[in-house]
Nanobody, 126 residues
Framework: QVQLVESGGGSVQAGGSLRLSCAAS????????TGWFRQAPGKEREGVAI????????YLADSVKGRFTISQDNAKNTVYLQMNSLEPEDTAMYYC???????????????????WGQGTQVTVSS
């Protein structure tokens, strides 16, 4: 079992920045994909950014390109989401998720991820 704990959410004004962190309790397999997903009220959950164990960003949503950056510190089993130039449309609950695929392919669909954190709220006011 892998537990994920997110932190770093909060309330900011448009144009501000936040950094989310996702700490994993263990790292048991050779291949790992870690993703950030978000869900706004009344909307479906959507992928934001995904990174593999080697540090390659395998997915970045068009809506956040140029504003959000995903990175990781493997020594700390932690993945980060740096969010700059935040917009009210970024308001959502943000979730960290992990998958341990048999190959090097990191899926972008949320239903491919087996482990989820509890979520951290991000609220951006105009």
């Amino acid at each position: 079992q892998v537990q994920l704990v997110e932190s770093g959410g909060g309330s900011v004004q448009a144009g501000g920045s936040l950094r989310l962190s996702c700490a994993a309790s263990r790292d048991p397999y050779p291949r790992k994909c870690t993703g950030w997903f978000r869900q706004a009220p009344g909307k479906e959950r959507e992928g934001v950014a995904i990174i593999n164990r080697d540090g390659r960003v395998t997915y970045l949503a068009d809506s956040v390109k140029g504003r959000f950056t995903i990175s990781q510190d493997n020594a700390k089993n932690t993945v980060y989401l740096q969010m700059n130039s935040l917009e009210p449309e970024d308001t959502a609950m943000y979730y960290c998720a992990a998958a341990f695929p048999y190959n090097n392919f990191c899926p972008s669909a949320d239903n491919a991820y087996d482990y989820w954190g509890q979520g951290t709220q991000v609220t951006v006011s105009s």
